[in-house]
């Protein structure tokens, strides 16, 4: 079946301006999460969706940074007024839970590269 | 703050080789440890998940290896592979109740034909 996938895959934009990424989850997947990948840090946790429980927002970096998950599937995350310090590759996962398991792994689509002039 | 840390940061091996890659991380509560692999320009993909209560876990040549009291764990491939070259990212899930993972800077691999 299809993965998660992201779009744009690219993005370059100008100091001010405000984003929107996309994420579209696999089917199914009650769990969605952000990250952020900056050149030469490790990957950074934004912000996590559950269900129709309220979203886990503490790795926000700013409140220029929030997203939404619509009728529990697509996600957008939005940058407001861009600085050139969130220029990063934003990755996008989903999970399910898999009681047989007792786990759930998490699938991350290809990123989107953000790139602030 | 759980912190993890993967050394060497870059790893060159000839084609062929066994080779071990390290993760360690600063608190030892952890849920679970997961060993990821990412391809240049391309998302993570799942390698191994181990759970707290586990020692290890294999699939065809690699072997992931969990020593949760000494916040230690190692990823083993075998007889390696040019087309093994990538970043390995290892990743802990703090508890059952938090589903954020934190992330290692990961090791670059490149297995030389």
């Known amino acids: 079946g299809a993965g998660v996938s992201q779009s744009p895959s690219n993005k370059v934009t100008e100091k001010g301006k405000d984003v929107e990424l996309r994420c579209d989850p696999i089917?199914?997947?009650?769990?969605l999460y952000w990250y952020r990948q900056s050149l030469g840090q490790g990957l950074e946790f934004l912000i996590y969706?559950?269900?129709?429980?309220?979203?886990?927002k503490s790795g926000l970096p700013s409140d220029r940074f929030s997203a939404e998950r619509t009728g529990g599937s697509v996600s957008t995350l939005t940058i407001q007024r861009t600085q050139q310090e969130d220029s990063a590759v934003y990755l996008c996962?989903?999970?399910?839970?898999?009681?047989?398991?007792?786990?759930?792994?998490?699938?991350f689509g290809p990123g989107t590269r953000l790139t602030v002039l | 703050k759980q912190e993890v840390t993967q050394i060497p940061a870059a790893l060159s091996v000839p084609e062929g080789e066994n080779l071990v890659l390290n993760c360690s991380f600063t608190?030892?509560?952890?849920?679970?440890l997961q060993w990821f692999r990412q391809d240049p320009g391309k998302g993570l993909t799942s390698l191994l998940l181990?759970?707290?209560?586990?020692r290890e876990q294999t699939s065809g040549r690699l072997n992931a290896s969990l020593d949760k009291s000494s916040g230690r764990s190692t990823l083993y491939i075998a007889a390696s592979q040019p087309g093994d070259s990538a970043t390995y990212l290892c990743?802990?899930?703090?508890?059952?109740?938090?589903?954020?993972?934190?992330f290692g800077k990961g090791t670059k691999l490149s297995v030389i034909p």
């Open positions: 996962a989903s999970s399910l839970y898999q009681r047989e398991i007792g786990t759930d792994t998490q699938y």
């Open positions: 089917s199914g997947h009650t769990a």
């Open positions: 969706f559950q269900g129709n429980s309220a979203p886990d």
């Open positions: 608190d030892s509560a952890i849920y679970n």
């Open positions: 181990i759970q707290s209560s586990q």
């Open positions: 990743a802990v899930r703090p508890g059952a109740g938090s589903y954020q993972l934190t």
